[in-house]
Nanobody, 119 residues
């Protein structure tokens, strides 16, 4: 059974920083993509940052220059360093993993962690 366990959310003042972590456990197979999404109240879930197995990254325009995604392939863990946080970054942040077992692809989601940025 595969589990994604997130940590690091919380309440921070505008301009502050937080670091989110997401550890994948279980027979997850070969991880191809790790990413962070977020969903604010009344809004659709949106992609924040993506890192693929080769190390390439991609960011939403709204977080470029402020957020940084990284991964530890040995620990099957993905991180999101969030700096210069703004109130509009307030949302539930979800970890996402795309993994391959043979020729089959599987998508996994974390339970979500709340990030609240006060003005």
């Amino acid at each position: 059974q595969v589990q994604l366990v997130e940590s690091g959310g919380g309440l921070v003042q505008a301009g502050g920083s937080l670091r989110l972590s997401c550890a994948a456990s279980g027979s997850i197979g070969s991880i191809k993509v790790m990413a962070w999404y977020r969903q604010a109240p009344g809004k659709q879930r949106e992609s924040v940052a993506v890192i693929i197995s080769g190390g390439s990254t991609n960011y939403a325009d709204s977080v470029k220059g402020r957020f940084s995604i990284s991964r530890d392939n040995v620990k099957n863990t993905v991180y999101l360093q969030m700096d210069s946080l703004k109130p509009e970054d307030t949302a539930v942040y979800y970890c996402y993993v795309r993994a391959m077992v043979g020729s089959f692809g599987y998508d996994y989601w974390g339970q979500g962690t709340q990030v609240t940025v006060s003005s």
